[in-house]
């Protein structure tokens, strides 16, 4: 059984700074991994799918990189509407979260 | 675009069996799993289990003893029934369409979407 392990389980960050969330395989998952966002009171919605594509409708300044076991969900310049709790998921395993919050 | 929406009873009590079902609407049936998710009050995510067009399901192996999912490809809907609940079972359970795509049999990639709106389940006696 995969574990996701993500890092920090807060992040503080001011508007218009970049944000850099990490997501940890505890055993390799090539590119195989997805990022999610949610906001309080909404279902979660999908970011990026194989460690580094855009899903429809995704704005640039988020972007996904890494492979095997270290990811990496940046936003390059935060908006407003970016603070929320994001999530990796590999197959039926999702991390536990990373609380995106203003500075 | 694919729309999911879901519905259930959403209070129950300890040793009650779970009911929810799931619908989709504008796109596609076949091809896809179709999932279910929870999330406890101001927790993580957990996948329950999902199923496809032809019924072949895959569950968490930590609730497979209780999980049931079926699927009614004439109505384009999935259900989802957990039985013996307890407090613990208390969530938000979603509904999502999985994409998997596949090489040689081996699933490369596979991510969640759309999820459907999500219905509160509060266990208590």
């Known amino acids: 059984e995969i574990v996701m392990t993500q890092s920090p389980a807060t992040l503080s960050v001011s508007p218009g700074e970049r944000a850099t969330l990490s997501c940890r395989a505890s055993?390799?998952?090539?590119?195989?991994l997805a990022w999610y966002q949610q906001k309080p009171g909404q279902a979660p919605r999908l970011l990026i799918y194989g460690a580094s594509t855009r899903a429809t409708g995704i704005p640039a300044r988020f972007s996904g990189s890494g492979s095997g076991t270290e990811f990496t969900l940046t936003i390059s310049s935060l908006q407003s509407e970016d603070f929320a709790v994001y999530y990796c998921q590999q197959s039926g395993a999702f991390g536990q979260g990373t609380k995106v919050e203003i500075k | 675009q694919v729309q999911l929406q879901q519905w259930g009873a959403g209070l129950l009590k300890p040793s009650e069996t779970l009911s929810l079902t799931c619908a989709v609407y504008g796109g596609s049936f076949s091809g896809y799993y179709w999932s279910w998710i929870r999330q406890p009050p101001g927790k993580g995510l957990e996948w329950i289990g999902e199923i496809n067009h032809s019924g072949s399901t895959n569950y968490n192996p930590s609730l497979k003893s209780r999980v049931t999912i079926s699927v009614d490809t004439s109505k384009n809907q999935f259900s989802l029934k957990l039985s013996s609940v307890t407090a613990a079972d208390t969530a938000v359970y979603y509904c999502?369409?999985?994409?998997?795509?596949?090489?040689?049999?081996?699933?490369?990639?596979?991510?969640?979407?759309?999820w459907g709106q999500g219905t509160l389940v509060t266990v208590s006696s």
């Open positions: 999502a369409r999985r994409w998997r795509i596949t090489i040689f049999g081996v699933v490369t990639q596979n991510w969640f979407d759309p």
């Open positions: 055993q390799s998952v090539s590119s195989n």
